[in-house]
């Protein structure tokens, strides 16, 4: 009977270009922070860690080879997997947001939170938001520089309701923390308010060696009793919760971005001890156990068929959460065999690992080798729901349904633009993937197809490569958008310093 139903959907979608489904799936998105491809014994044989439920995931659906964050750090990717939309469109051209950051995202500009929710879903967010608030000052006015200026935390309302987070961007409840696990204010936050004023202080003693870099927090308040090390197992249970008591009368999304194994790296004493490359490969192992938890919430809810459950990460692992020389001492390597961390462009910064389970459409233990993005899943969202698309939303997005039934031809992405820590670009066409530089000695360009190492730049005997390139990726930013459609307008200048192959205006 599944193979029936399955056959009618695809007939459906090759004959009109959209999903015909129903009911709708429920939609679980588990978005790990700083993880590497390398971190999955299902894609890494040669893993020091052991990922059961995450193998099980590669098992019973479908993992995908070239799937890309749209910036290898943590902000970027978020402002992109909820709008559809490249991060340095918006008014960040690199870096990330800090705790005390107003919000990116702005008023009006829509998210697949938002999407899903006018289409009949429950929204749920459990985990690290990372997107900025509209934080509350002593003196009634609001946080309004995205880069906080020092001592900002001292004027912070505590005791008042912030805007500009998840409930006021499609989210119907938002549990969880405003920023990474190392960045105060170490406080839970329940919809548009912390759970617990903080009134204790974290105090930073300054950590030097990379065993000491890998716990480290930043000086800043911190609610009384709070524990790094429980973080996860408290989203965890919540999520499960989520499960529990969703109406089973529709549909829901769940987001659930983890804050592991980002530093600090904090596994539980019952993980401690359990993996073969120390408390990296510990935490690897509870963010597992995490997974295991939510597959079998929705299982004992008798709904997995017809969940969607996505797994990924924001970007590549981390050398503070797990040093270059760890690689050699405990011979794991979290990038797999490509090139490259978290905050760089080269493949390891932002080629993530990508799994996706739906036993009533997608084939157990398939795989896709197609060039995508986590910038699609708003589009995905939005064919899902048979929503039609507006020029101004979902800029960059492209629907990965087709591929998900394995219809690739429906799939239409055929580019990507990377972006690391410093706002600098990388552009992938096909099997090229170019990194410009002003100076033009340290520019690159990388034939994937014959070296995803990326050990061979091939920049300076292939000009009319690097000149086809640098001219789609300026149409790319030129044009508001990457998908078909009017030109949009970006955020800020239409020149900015990291566009470094374009000429200044």
């Not at 998210?111 to 690290?128: C, P, S, V």
């Not at 249970?237 to 109406?247: G, L, P, S």
């Not at 219809?407 to 099997?431: P, W």
Request: proline share 6%; hydrophobic share 40%.
């Amino acid at each position: 009977m599944k193979t029936v139903l399955k056959l009618m959907w695809v007939s459906a979608l090759l004959a009109t270009g959209v999903l015909a489904k129903e009911p709708l799936p429920n939609i679980v998105c588990i978005l790990a922070d700083d993880m590497g491809v390398g971190d999955i014994a299902a894609l890494n044989p040669a893993a020091k860690v052991k990922t059961p439920n995450l193998d099980g995931l590669v098992a019973s659906g479908m993992k995908f080879s070239d799937m890309h964050s749209s910036a290898s750090i943590c902000t970027p990717t978020r402002y992109s997997l909820l709008t559809g939309r490249y991060c340095w469109r918006s008014e960040l051209k690199g870096n990330v947001l800090y705790g005390y950051s107003r919000a990116l995202i702005a008023p009006g500009r829509d998210t697949a939170a938002a999407l899903l929710k006018r289409n009949g879903y429950q929204t749920a967010m459990i985990g690290k938001w990372h997107l900025g608030l509209n934080w509350m000052l002593k003196d009634g006015s609001r946080v309004t520089e995205l880069k906080a200026p020092e001592g900002i935390e001292a004027q912070i309302d505590f005791s008042k309701p912030f805007t500009g987070g998840p409930c006021d961007l499609g989210f119907d409840s938002w549990f969880g923390i405003n920023a990474s696990l190392n960045l105060p204010p170490y406080v839970w936050m329940e919809n548009d308010r912390v759970v617990e004023v903080p009134t204790e202080r974290h105090v930073s003693n300054g950590l030097k060696t990379p065993e000491e870099k890998q716990v480290r927090m930043e000086s800043g308040l911190q609610a009384s009793g709070f524990d790094p090390s429980t973080v996860l197992k408290t989203l965890t249970e919540r999520a499960v919760e989520h499960i529990d008591a969703a109406d089973a009368e529709s549909p829901f999304f769940l987001y659930l971005p983890l804050t592991a194994p980002h530093t600090p790296v904090v596994p539980r004493d019952e993980f401690r001890g359990t993996s073969d490359c120390g408390i990296y490969g510990d935490f690897v192992q509870e963010i597992d156990w995490s997974v295991g938890q939510v597959l079998d919430a929705l299982e004992a809810r008798g709904i997995a068929e017809n969940t969607l459950v996505i797994f990924t990460a924001d970007n590549g692992a981390s050398k503070p959460a797990f040093p270059l020389k760890f690689e050699q001492v405990f011979d794991h390597h979290p990038s797999g065999i490509y090139r490259g961390r978290k905050a760089s462009l080269y493949e390891g910064g932002h080629r993530v690992p990508f799994l996706v389970r739906w036993p009533e459409v997608v084939e157990a233990g398939s795989r896709c080798d197609v060039l995508c993005e986590l910038t699609d899943f708003y589009a995905t969202c939005a064919e899902l729901v048979r929503a039609p698309a507006a020029p101004q939303v979902g800029e960059d997005s492209f629907s990965m349904l087709p591929l998900f039934f394995q219809t690739l031809e429906k799939y239409k992405r055929t580019q990507a633009v990377h972006h690391d820590f410093g706002g600098r670009f990388a552009f992938r066409d096909g099997r090229w993937k170019l990194i410009p530089s002003k100076n033009r000695s340290k520019a690159a360009l990388y034939d994937l197809e014959a070296d995803v190492s990326e050990t061979a730049n091939q920049y300076a005997s292939n000009p009319e490569v690097v000149e086809r390139l640098e001219a789609r990726l300026t149409a790319v930013v030129a044009n508001g958008r990457s998908t078909p459609g009017p030109k949009q307008e970006n955020d800020g200048p239409a020149w900015w310093s990291q566009l470094v192959w374009m000429e200044q205006k």
